[in-house]
């Protein structure tokens, strides 16, 4: 008896953790999390020491939870009328974000209450974390918090929105750099920026708008995609995505890697192969299911480049 007690507790503890990974959205977040590590390593050209690599890690992890679980916070009241339309938190079968639960706030499934609370902890554990590494580093993640918190509020404002979402995602990897090294070259950072930018908007903002687009509609959600419509919306997910292709050139040659010009033609054709013919087959056809598989094999860009990076520098 005493056995069974102690399975259901431990089977209930786990079932609580994958509740609050969930909010946090941890299978996609741990893929965006690679930006930083590329982006720092990038930079360098080689490993930085091993307390500045801990620490990073830690914090890194911290980060990429807590905003990621900030953005269900904000938009918990917007994801309660979400969970009242017919089928309004459920996602396509192979929808990365879904992989767990989505929005389990929203789904009665966690309190706002527990959910402030991982965001708040997590928060905390990565401003601490920045703080030692650079000063500079906690300000950027205050800033991407800070701007995460506009990108939900402009939901049914203005499709500009995605900008924000863009420069969101740019702030793990810049604060990266600056952790690594406190007086980086400007060119670069302003370059990853971009780079990073293009990536997230034509990758990622873009093609999952279109599997909240029935949503969106109801609720009057202002995104390029219900704004402009699928044509307008793919085009500009094609151009940002060739752009992304095209920054990473003057990204690599502004780096301290050895090997330069391999690694462009390497990254490019990685880069080309993941994400540019599912983008011109959205284009074409502006259906669900092939935003879908771009939005997630654009997902796998970033890792896929630290794993380049890291056999470059081992090289």
Not at 51 to 72: Q, R, S, W
Not at 218 to 240: C, D, K, M, N, Q
Not at 261 to 290: C, N
């Amino acid at each position: 008896m005493l056995v069974n007690r102690s399975v259901r507790k431990r089977t209930s503890v786990h079932s609580r953790l994958k509740l609050f990974l969930a909010l946090s959205r941890s299978q996609h977040g741990l893929l965006d999390m690679t930006t930083p590590a590329f982006g720092a390593l990038l930079w360098l050209g080689a490993f930085p020491p091993l307390h500045v690599t801990i620490i990073g890690i830690i914090t890194v992890f911290a980060g990429y939870t807590a905003v990621y679980a900030l953005n269900d916070v904000i938009d918990y009241r917007v994801d309660r009328e979400k969970a009242k339309l017919v089928g309004g938190l459920h996602k396509p079968y192979n929808y990365l974000d879904a992989a767990l639960v989505r929005h389990p706030m929203a789904q009665g499934l966690l309190s706002y209450r527990e959910g402030l609370i991982w965001t708040l902890g997590w928060s905390i554990v990565a401003m601490i974390g920045a703080y030692l590494l650079n000063p500079i580093c906690a300000f950027i993640f205050f800033a991407g918090c800070a701007l995460e918190a506009v990108y939900c509020l402009m939901l049914r404002i203005s499709p500009f929105r995605a900008v924000i979402s863009g420069g969101v995602k740019t702030t793990g990897a810049i604060a990266a750099v600056f952790a690594v090294d406190p007086n980086p070259s400007i060119s670069y950072v302003v370059i990853l920026f971009l780079w990073l930018f293009f990536w997230e908007i034509g990758g990622q903002n873009i093609p999952n708008d279109w599997a909240d687009i029935d949503e969106d509609r109801h609720l009057r959600a202002r995104t390029i995609l219900v704004r402009y419509g699928p044509e307008s919306a793919s085009f500009i997910s094609l151009v940002t995505l060739v752009l992304t292709l095209i920054t990473k050139i003057p990204l690599i040659f502004s780096s301290n890697i050895d090997n330069q010009l391999p690694f462009v033609v390497v990254s490019l054709f990685v880069g080309y192969a993941l994400f540019i013919p599912p983008a011109l087959r959205l284009y074409r056809s502006r259906e669900t299911a092939h935003a879908m598989i771009l939005f997630k094999r654009a997902n796998f860009y970033p890792p896929l480049m630290l794993f380049l990076i890291i056999i470059t520098i081992l090289l």
